[in-house]
């Protein structure tokens, strides 16, 4: 990050700012073409901190996934306009974390289920969820083993 002033690798800090954040931007790779989607989900630290999302069965993204599961993402939130007198003298205030790592499909049913109660408590806080079984039927759970991951406050 070449603003050093800016940046954050305390994990708590960046659990802070991810905690405050409403989706997730996930960024893919189809060949030479960025591909990139926004999506709930759910943060669990660890000794290899992961990201759960719910998705579809079928689509673009686990077209672009099944053939490069390297991916790239994006989380920002504390938003603020800083009005000025000049338009070149505006500026925003916020907080974000960029990462990657690489995104798998779970197959077993018990990490699935673990997976949907991580995403359920990044919203309700609450994880001990039951879900139906046409639910899980028709949802796929992704998770993103991190790799690296850094903040930044402006």
């Known amino acids: 990050m070449r603003r050093k002033d800016r940046e954050i690798n305390d994990i708590n800090r960046i659990e802070e700012i991810i905690g405050r954040s409403d989706v997730c931007r996930l960024a ?3 060949g030479t073409t960025p591909y990139m989607v926004a999506m709930n989900f759910g943060y669990m630290r660890g000794e290899s901190s992961r990201l759960y999302f719910h998705c579809a069965t079928a689509g673009k993204k686990l077209d672009i996934i099944r053939k490069n599961n390297n991916v790239f993402f994006q989380f920002d939130t504390d938003h603020k306009l800083v009005s000025a007198g000049e338009a070149c003298d505006f500026t925003m ?8 790592g690489k995104i798998y ?5 018990e990490e699935r289920i673990k997976g949907l109660n991580v995403l359920m408590k990044q919203y309700s806080g609450k994880d001990d969820y039951a879900f139906k079984p046409g639910l899980m039927k028709n949802t796929l759970i992704l ?3 991190i790799e690296e991951m850094i903040g930044k406050v402006v």
Request: aromatic content about 6%; some cysteine; proline content about 0%.
């Open 28 to 30: 893919m790779c189809d």
């Open 93 to 100: 205030k916020y907080s974000s974390v960029t990462g990657s």
């Open 105 to 109: 499909i779970v197959d077993k049913e």
């Open 143 to 145: 998770r993103i083993d």
